[in-house]
């Protein structure tokens, strides 16, 4: 069975991180540079004390009308994390982000420190490529290259 882990083997552990008293704008500036969906928000131990993704964005600063530039992050962000740890199977991470309507998953290790992150694109191209090698063997299989 498939885990985070095989996940992150693939995609390196590094994650983005920002402070909560950072402003919402450096945030984004921050999201849009690395092309990314969602920051976690750490304290000084290395432990989740939020989440901030573009969905914060929109419900809580946007349509809010608050300034970016000086709205701190610990303002807005989500502070109910849902966290898996790194030996979660990847089906239970698929029902977890369709049941929570969760796009972005921080990853923890035994201690509760931040491990890495997974994203429901890092889940679907993990299922894609493992249907797509399934596929492959099957075709090879009918047609005799085998």
């Known amino acids: ?11 390196g552990d590094s994650v983005y991180t920002i402070d909560e008293h ?27 004390d939020g989440i901030f993704t573009e969905r914060d964005v929109l419900r809580r600063v946007v349509a809010e009308r608050k300034d970016p530039a000086e709205t701190p992050v610990a303002q807005v962000m989500t502070r109910q994390v849902i966290c898996c740890r790194t030996d979660t199977g990847l089906d239970d991470v698929q029902t977890l982000m369709r049941n929570q309507r969760i796009r972005h998953l921080p990853v923890v290790d035994a201690e509760g420190k931040l491990a890495g992150m997974i994203s429901i694109g890092d889940v679907n191209a993990h299922f894609a490529n493992r249907h797509e090698v399934q596929v492959q063997y099957l075709s090879e299989y009918i047609y005799g290259r085998v």
């Open 22 to 48: 950072a402003t919402v704008l450096d945030a984004t500036v921050r999201m849009n540079e690395h092309k990314i969906g969602g920051l976690v928000v750490t304290n000084a131990q290395g432990r989740v």
């Open 1 to 11: 069975m498939a885990t985070v882990n095989d996940i992150l083997a693939a995609k």
